[in-house]
Nanobody, 115 residues
Framework: QVQLVESGGGLVEAGGSLRLSCAASGSNLRFAIVSWYRQAPGKQREVVASISSGGITNYADSAKGRFSISRDIAKNTVYLQMNSLKLEDTAVYYC?????????WGQGTQVTVSS
């Protein structure tokens, strides 16, 4: 029943910004932990940011100070604002939602940072 629809990926120059969106259906964000993961070619999937049911945020060291995760409860959408993008940020970015009852992954959206 839970579905996550991601959008916002694309090609951006180093130093630029992108905002990723994760629209959730079938689950209440007030009871969910939502995370953004990324996976680069040849690399393990890693978490870059998360927001708890209470709105507490956490960031990977690589994202701290540059990325910001937020949510819009009314729109049932979670965002990842990515600033000061670096070449090493190039990856497929995935939205993940977890509650006590279920978990779900988004389809992934490609982010490519060029020089």
């Amino acid at each position: 029943q839970v579905q996550l629809v991601e959008s916002g990926g694309g090609l951006v120059e180093a130093g630029g910004s992108l905002r990723l969106s994760c629209a959730a259906s079938g689950s209440n964000l007030r009871f969910a932990i939502v995370s953004w993961y990324r996976q680069a070619p040849g690399k393990q999937r890693e978490v870059v940011a998360s927001i708890s049911s209470g709105g507490i945020t956490n960031y990977a060291d690589s994202a701290k100070g540059r990325f910001s995760i937020s949510r819009d409860i009314a729109k049932n959408t979670v965002y990842l604002q990515m600033n000061s993008l670096k070449l090493e940020d190039t990856a497929v970015y995935y939205c993940h939602l977890r509650t006590i009852l279920t978990q779900a992954w988004g389809q992934g959206t490609q982010v490519t940072v060029s020089s």
